[in-house]
Structures are given as structure tokens and as C-alpha cells.
């Protein structure tokens, strides 16, 4: 039979990436999403692009009833945990709300694993734990630092299963910290749906390709790096959610627990990228450089070779391929559905 696998946020961005690999590679899935970041037709575009139904729970991660309700219902073999709040500037204007969604469910959704005996989880961190890092590309072994609430709840995150691998060794754990995702699955049927004004980059400059919005404003082009704008790893999507397959994988054989970043090894700078969609979507995408924003960082490039050792991982996908993916899906007649309450 199948194994089983509870994925939380699965409705979200990477989360629905995720669920297709995950139905590709033969998984059983059910989906936990309260949909506060997510459209609900996103189900029904699962259903068209896997042929089979979804298995949708509605709830947040944070009740522990239904939670509970849930795993006596279903025997999970294993959690990939996706469900979190993500937006930088909105964790320091309301960091309880990030502390609560991030840090409580996560506890809350390891104490119900405990007590069904379902021990293997994948938690998505980030790259931003690595805050200012003193090395380019950046290994796993940097050390942690917070620039913002939403930074802090992805180390607390990190540091809480840590702490409980080391107490209990029936616990396996993959902890994968992601660089920059981007871009939309080749059927173009899901993709990044950001509700308000995108805080990433590629989603905000497929808005000023489409005319939605006025212009790219660059924040610094004095950055010491080739072009003096900011450089980061773009991770096209689908090679991340290949990224989960392969980390569950080696947690349901004989692999214990694992900590790796989840990038290309590849920087681009904001230029680069703006290039790249031009070329992509064939429009203009006027952009105007502005002052550096606080808090950020020249360059974010992942180290990228532990994830090939541990796990097999190499991404697969170019910049362009990114560009091109997320110009179809913004173009396509899905990405401009209205989000339901
Ligand atoms: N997108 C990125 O740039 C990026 C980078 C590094 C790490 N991450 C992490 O990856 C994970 C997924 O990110 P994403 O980009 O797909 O975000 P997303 O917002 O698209 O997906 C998150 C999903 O979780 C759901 N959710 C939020 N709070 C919930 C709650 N309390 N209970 C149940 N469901 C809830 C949302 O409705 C959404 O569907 C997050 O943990 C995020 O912090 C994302």
C-alpha cells in the first residue's frame, strides 16, 4: 500500500508544487490548509492535473482537536510541513500572529504526531536563518542569525526539532532550508498567487510585465556585486518540490535525520532577473532604482552541494526556465482567480 503523507499548507505555493511531485512519485496525500493564503480552486486544478481527488482537511494547523481527529482517522507515515506565516514585513509589524501560526502549530502538530506514533516530519526553513552570513555561498554549518520575527520563528522551528531528535531517537527529521523559489508548474495550471502586493521579486516583476502594476522600484544598485543590485539563488519550484520527494524518501528508508539547503549555487542579480522575464514575456518591465531597504542582503547564494550528497539532489531548471513558467501562468486563466474567504 501506498504510504501515507500529511501535508500541511499543501494548498499554498510550494505546497501544491509539492502534491503533484508527491502524487507522481505514488504517495497516498492528504492536504491540512486553512486557506488564509491560498485560493480553494486550487484543489480542483490538482484534481484536472493529477486525475484523481483530493483529499482536502480544512483546519489549522494550530487546533489540536481536529488535528488529533485527523491522525485517528488516517495512519500518516509521514508530515511534510509547509503551513506558516511568510511575509517578512508583515512578521515585524505583527510578530505575535507569527510566533502563534509558526511556532505553536508547529508544536502543536509534533505533540498530535507524537502521541498517533507518526515520527517523520520535513519542515521548510529558509535560507533567511542564515541572516547577514559571513560566507558566499553559504553552507549549513553558518551560524543562525534573526534580522526579523518571521527569521526567529524559522530558527525556534529548526532548534525545537533539533532539540527533539536529540531526545528521542524514534523522531526522523529533514530540515530543508529553501533559497529563492520561483516560478509555476509546466502544466501552468498552479503557480505563485500572491493576495496582496507580492513581497518577492519574480512575482512582483510578472505584475509589471502584465501592466498591473506601474514599475520595479530596485532597492540599491551600490551593492559590491557585479551590477551593484542584489543577488540571489533562484530555486525553480518544481526542482524544490523534487527536493521534498527526495527528503521524505530518505526518511521513510534508512535515513535519520538531515539538514540541507535547497538552491541552485547560482546567484542573479535583480538586472539579471528583470532581463530574463523581459526576455520571457517579451514586455517592458520599467524599473527605477531606489534607496536600499533596511534589513537587506547583498547576496544570498546557497551552498548547494550536501543536498547532492545526502539526498541526490541537483536542480534541474534554469533562470529562463523560471521566468518563462511563471510568464505562462500569470498570462494563463488561473492565476487571476478571485481568493474566496
Ligand atoms: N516562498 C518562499 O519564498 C519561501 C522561502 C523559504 C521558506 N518558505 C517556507 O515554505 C513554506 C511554504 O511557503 P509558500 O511560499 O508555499 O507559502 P504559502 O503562503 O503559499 O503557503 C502556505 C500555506 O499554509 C497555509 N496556512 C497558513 N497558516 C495556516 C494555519 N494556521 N493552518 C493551516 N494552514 C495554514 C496557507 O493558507 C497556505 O496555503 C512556509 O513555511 C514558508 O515559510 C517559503
Not at 131 to 143: C, K
Amino acid at each position: 500500500m501506498a504510504e501515507h503523507i500529511l501535508l500541511t499548507g499543501g494548498a499554498g505555493y510550494i505546497g501544491s508544487h509539492t502534491y503533484v511531485a508527491l502524487i507522481e512519485a505514488g504517495y497516498e496525500v492528504t492536504i491540512l490548509d486553512n486557506f488564509q493564503n491560498a485560493n480553494r480552486s486550487v484543489v480542483e486544478r490538482l484534481e484536472a492535473l493529477t486525475g484523481k481527488p483530493v483529499n482536502v482537511a480544512e483546519a489549522d494547523v494550530r487546533d489540536a482537536t481536529t488535528l488529533g481527529g485527523l491522525f485517528s482517522e488516517h495512519q500518516f507515515d509521514a508530515v511534510v510541513h509547509f503551513a506558516a506565516l511568510k511575509a517578512v514585513s508583515e512578521s515585524v509589524d505583527r510578530p505575535l500572529d507569527y510566533f502563534d501560526v509558526n511556532i505553536s502549530g508547529l508544536i502543536n502538530l509534533l505533540r498530535v504526531m507524537d502521541a498517533a506514533g507518526c515520527r517523520k516530519i520535513v519542515f521548510s526553513s529558509s535560507a533567511t536563518v542564515y541572516g547577514v552570513p559571513d560566507e558566499t555561498p553559504t553552507p549549513e554549518t553558518a551560524e543562525f542569525r534573526a534580522m526579523n520575527p518571521y527569521g526567529q520563528t524559522k530558527i525556534s522551528g529548526e532548534q525545537i526539532l533539533g532539540q527533539l531528535a536529540a531526545a528521542d531517537d524514534r523522531w526522523n527529521i529533514g530540515i530543508l532550508r529553501y533559497f529563492n523559489p520561483a516560478g509555476a508548474h509546466s502544466s501552468h495550471m498552479i503557480g505563485e498567487d500572491p493576495r496582496d502586493i507580492p513581497n518577492n521579486l519574480m512575482p512582483y516583476i510578472a505584475k509589471v510585465a502584465a501592466g498591473e502594476l506601474d514599475e520595479l522600484q530596485v532597492f540599491g544598485d551600490d551593492y559590491d556585486t557585479p551590477d551593484g543590485t542584489g543577488v540571489r539563488d533562484y530555486i525553480h519550484v518544481e526542482d524544490l518540490a523534487r527536493g521534498h520527494v527526495l527528503s521524505l524518501a530518505a526518511l521513510l528508508g534508512d535515513s535519520k535525520n538531515h539538514l540541507v539547503n535547497l538552491g541552485t549555487g547560482i546567484g542573479n542579480s535583480v538586472m539579471e532577473v528583470v532581463a530574463a522575464y523581459k526576455r520571457a514575456s517579451n514586455r517592458d518591465i520599467p524599473s527605477r532604482i531606489v534607496e536600499r531597504r533596511a534589513g537587506d542582503v547583498p547576496i544570498y547564494v546557497a551552498k548547494a552541494d550536501k543536498a547532492e550528497e545526502v539526498l541526490g539532489f541537483r536542480t534541474e531548471k534554469s533562470l529562463d526556465e523560471m521566468c518563462a513558467s511563471s510568464w505562462a501562468w500569470i498570462v494563463g486563466p488561473h492565476s487571476q482567480e478571485e481568493p474566496e474567504q
